[in-house]
């Protein structure tokens, strides 16, 4: 007989860096799924001009594939840091702590691509945290910066990570 495994253990799950259309659509799903639905944030303010510059990764179950979760990085060019968004993880699925893994997942994506360019560090990460989650990135280091503001109708926080690059 299989032992059951515990309530709070994690379903079977990887993340990937999306390659195609249909991961990106995933993602976008996930996002329209939390924010648009669930946290009535516009519909149109979701999709947004950074999409095609940004790298998603995508959190889903396996062997389904379902999609569960998303987040994406960017840096404008010319910029001196990364940016952090859109980190999303569908409700019944926020216990197995995924966002803690994506997270960590994009910075050390983040890690590689400093090192790739030659950068000698700390690598700088920025995110426009929701209020309520500020403490969420604090857990990482991330430090807020100015005053909270308005995005999309929603009070944010300026967080910043200045990130070594050797873990």
């Not at 990085?73 to 940016?83: I, L, V």
């Not at 966002?99 to 050390?108: F, I, M, Q, S």
């Amino acid at each position: 007989m299989m032992a059951e495994a515990p309530a709070n253990s994690a379903p079977s799950h990887e993340i990937i860096v999306v390659q195609t259309p249909e991961e990106r659509q995933q993602c976008y799903d996930v996002r329209i799924d939390v924010f648009h639905h669930e946290q009535k944030f516009p519909l149109e303010t979701e999709i947004d001009d950074m999409e095609d510059m940004a790298t998603h990764f995508l959190l889903r179950l396996t062997p389904s594939l379902t999609p569960i979760g998303t987040i994406r990085a960017y840096k404008m060019p010319g910029a001196r840091y990364y940016k952090l968004s859109r980190l999303a993880v569908l409700k019944d699925y926020r216990r197995y702590r995924f966002g803690r893994e994506l997270v960590l997942t994009l910075h050390d994506w983040v890690r590689q691509q400093a090192l790739q360019a030659g950068d000698a560090g700390p690598v700088k990460i920025v995110c426009h945290s929701q209020i309520p989650v500020k403490g969420f990135y604090a857990r990482f280091r991330y430090e807020a910066e100015g005053d909270e503001f308005d995005e999309d109708g929603d009070p944010h926080q300026k967080m910043i990570l200045r990130m070594p690059l050797q873990p």
